[in-house]
């Protein structure tokens, strides 16, 4: 069983528009984190989010991304203004034992 | 970048063990060794992990050296649905939960029939 679900597992998008990627954990949990893969590259954290607050962020997550919990339940990733390097699976995960962080199936992100 | 090291690649027989080495001579003593796997384009797959004690669940086991700056994971008798890339990662345990998972290239094990 998934810990979270994300959607839309595919989205499709026109350079320069804005996306919206949906994480919606099956409990309630208090910690998330947002990753992404580019095609045939490693998996590379962007953000660590906790108590409506980003904890973590790498060098990947610029003022182009931004996360938040709008309704205290999904968790949402945001880019403002997509660009073609942005095309990558982009995965959601959450603590559910201990510290260990179980992993959504991902939305593949194409940007045209 | 990752604190461990893998062998690209690896191919397994179906039905026997798989044994995935990794590298992690700086592991420092708070570091715990995870295991995660990716079948093709999926999330990648909580296994197991450890910090100097040999684990095993349901799925694999984790067997650390004594002086913990090695390890295997041992799938007891593969299948074709372990087909995957797996990723052996470093990280501090405990009440870190705000800490990422750095990932490396990992292992692409195949499982052949």
């Known amino acids: 069983e998934p810990e979270v679900t994300q959607t839309p597992s595919h989205q499709v998008t026109q350079m320069g528009q804005e996306v919206i990627l949906r994480c919606v954990p099956i409990?309630?949990?208090?910690?998330f984190y947002w990753y992404r893969q580019i095609l045939g590259q490693k998996v590379e954290f962007l953000v660590s989010?906790?108590?409506?607050?980003?904890?973590?962020k790498s060098e990947i997550f610029d003022d182009q991304f931004s996360v938040e919990r709008p309704d205290g339940s999904n968790f949402t990733l945001k880019i403002r203004s997509t660009k073609l390097e942005d095309s990558a699976m982009y995965f959601c995960?959450?603590?559910?034992?201990?510290?260990?962080?179980?992993f959504g199936p991902g939305t593949r992100l194409t940007v045209l | 970048d990752a604190k461990t090291t893998q062998p690209p690649s690896m191919d397994c027989a179906e039905g026997r063990a798989a044994n995935l080495p990794c590298n992690h001579s700086?592991?420092?003593?708070?570091?715990?060794v995870y295991w995660y796997r990716q079948i093709h384009s999926q999330g990648p797959q909580y296994i197991i992990h450890g910090l100097k004690n040999n684990e095993t669940n349901e799925m694999a086991s984790l067997i650390i050296t004594e002086d913990r700056k090695s390890s295997t994971l041992i799938l007891p008798h593969a299948t074709l649905r372990d087909t995957a890339v797996y990723y052996c990662?470093?990280?501090?345990?405990?009440?870190?939960?705000?800490?990422?998972?750095?990932f490396g290239p990992g292992t692409r094990l195949s499982v052949l029939p």
């Open positions: 700086t592991i420092s003593g708070n570091e715990y």
């Open positions: 409990s309630n949990h208090l910690y």
């Open positions: 995960a959450t603590v559910v034992r201990g510290d260990t962080q179980y």
């Open positions: 990662i470093v990280r501090s345990g405990g009440d870190n939960y705000g800490q990422n998972f750095v």
């Open positions: 989010f906790y108590n409506n607050e980003i904890s973590e």
